[in-house]
T-cell receptor, first 110, second 117 residues
Framework: KQEVTQIPAALSVPEGENLVLNCSFTDSAIYNLQWFRQDPGKGLTSLLLIQSSQREQTSGRLNASLDKSSGRSTLYIAASQPGDSATYLCATGANSKLTFGKGITLSVRP | GAVVSQHPSRVICKSGTSVKIECRSLDFQATTMFWYRQFPKQSLMLMATSNEGSKATYEQGVEKDKFLINHASLTLSTLTVTSAHPEDSSFYIC?????????????FGPGTRLTVT
């Protein structure tokens, strides 16, 4: 059974800092890995999707990498802003189903 | 991506009553939708896969007679929590599975906060 871990559970950084959010998973037999953003009391917004054959994806200030062999993914956020404050969840996909981590709650201080 | 709505966004009901939550795919014909539940500071847990025109597939440990799912059209899936109890209070989120030449991806609704008193 796939287990997805995100550590730490919470992170606070000053505005402007570059940061890396980590995600690890136990079963490397995945089709893809997705990063989501969740604001308090809201649904999920898809940020980046990496297919199993890909190593990374980029969108604006976000870059996500995937290393299946080591069971790791990272989400890199460049020049963080207070508006980036949210919970970031990673999820592995297999057979169209997603397995989520608990998320990392990020706070970017002005 | 697909635009997904849920109704209601919040609902409070008394213990023992039933509550229906709607999930609509506004711009994509979805043969497959998913229902998740999220407890505070926990992961989203998949409850069931909703298939248009056929029975839903439930995950282990989810009572199919308690959480009734109907996916009668390509744009609407409903989740009915029957005989709700306080332990059913949670955040329920649906998603739509897209495909059609692009990598399959799930797009999520805004969620429904259920509180059972």
């Amino acid at each position: 059974k796939q287990e997805v871990t995100q550590i730490p559970a919470a992170l606070s950084v000053p505005e402007g800092e570059n940061l890396v959010l980590n995600c690890s998973f136990t079963d490397s037999a995945i089709y893809n890995l997705q990063w989501f953003r969740q604001d308090p009391g809201k649904g999920l917004t898809s940020l980046l999707l990496i297919q199993s054959s890909q190593r990374e994806q980029t969108s604006g200030r976000l870059n996500a990498s995937l290393d299946k062999s080591s069971g790791r993914s990272t989400l890199y956020i460049a020049a963080s802003q207070p508006g980036d404050s949210a919970t970031y969840l990673c999820a592995t996909g297999a057979n169209s189903k997603l397995t989520f981590g608990k998320g990392i709650t990020l706070s970017v201080r002005p | 991506g697909a635009v997904v709505s849920q109704h209601p966004s919040r609902v409070i009901c008394k213990s023992g009553t039933s509550v229906k939550i709607e999930c609509r795919s506004l711009d994509f014909q979805a043969t497959t939708m998913f229902w998740y539940r999220q407890f505070p500071k926990q992961s989203l847990m998949l409850m069931a896969t909703s298939n248009e025109g056929s029975k839903a597939t439930y995950e282990q440990g989810v009572e199919k007679d308690k959480f009734l799912i109907n996916h009668a059209s390509l744009t609407l899936s409903t989740l009915t929590v029957t005989s709700a109890h306080p332990e059913d209070s949670s955040f329920y989120i649906c998603s739509v599975l897209t495909s059609g030449g692009k990598p399959s991806e799930q797009y999520f609704g805004p969620g429904t906060r259920l509180t059972v008193t």
